[in-house]
């Protein structure tokens, strides 16, 4: 089952004292209604009782997705994490029985990996073209632009495009959050270890 603890803070609206509640496991087999609240980032979303306004706890959780065996962690960066030794052995157990297990940083690399398992590909593959994606996007605005300074896109999986004879795999990149462009990658375009592990999960699996 999904976990979820109750903390009380001061509302950043209106000063009031709230009692909130935050998951720290999400199970989306057992509870596939969450799922969607983890895409749209309203997952830890609480209203407050005195003035209405929406609280969003930011916390690290679990998602677990039990069907296809992929355990996904967000952790929190700006949070010390203490060791946690009995996580850690449970997280091993479900690395043996064959989970694929990833931990991020940040919640759109989140929502990322979770598409990219939604669409039944290699997040290390998909990683990889992203990569050089964004390299080549990083050097060709600092040629047109002519920027000195230090200047970067951020590129996340959208999906895969079934063109009539091409099949591509789309990206959206910005540099600030208001520009959003998609790019794509022709999967004829990989080379030969990408093309054969691009659909190929049980590589992933110990």
Do not use: W
């Not at 003035?51 to 992929?70: P, R, T």
């Not at 690395?95 to 598409?115: F, M, P, S, T």
């Amino acid at each position: 089952m999904s976990l979820n603890n109750t903390v009380v803070q001061i509302c950043p609206h209106c000063d009031s004292q709230q009692e909130l509640q935050y998951y720290q496991t999400v199970n989306i087999t057992l509870q596939p209604e969450l799922k969607n609240k983890v895409l749209s980032g309203k997952l830890n979303e609480n209203t407050c009782s005195n003035c209405k306004k929406e609280i969003n706890i930011i916390a690290g959780f679990l998602y677990h997705d039990m069907k296809n065996k992929i355990m996904l962690e967000l952790s929190v960066a700006d949070v010390k994490e203490e060791k946690d030794e009995g996580k850690e052995k449970i997280l091993e157990d479900m690395i043996a029985q064959g989970y694929i297990y990833r931990k991020v940083y940040d919640y759109e690399k989140l929502v990322e990996k979770i598409n990219i398992f939604d669409s039944k590909l290699n997040d290390l593959v998909v990683q990889k073209v992203s990569d050089k994606m964004k390299d080549m996007l990083d050097e060709s605005i600092t040629k047109v632009a002519e920027i000195k300074e230090d200047f970067h896109f951020n590129v996340f999986y959208k999906k895969i495009e079934n063109g009539l004879f091409k099949k591509k795999i789309s990206f959206y990149c910005y540099s600030n959050p208001g520009q959003i462009l998609e790019v794509k990658h022709d999967i004829k375009n990989l080379d030969a270890d990408e093309k054969t592990n691009l659909y190929n999960l049980e590589i992933l699996r110990k």
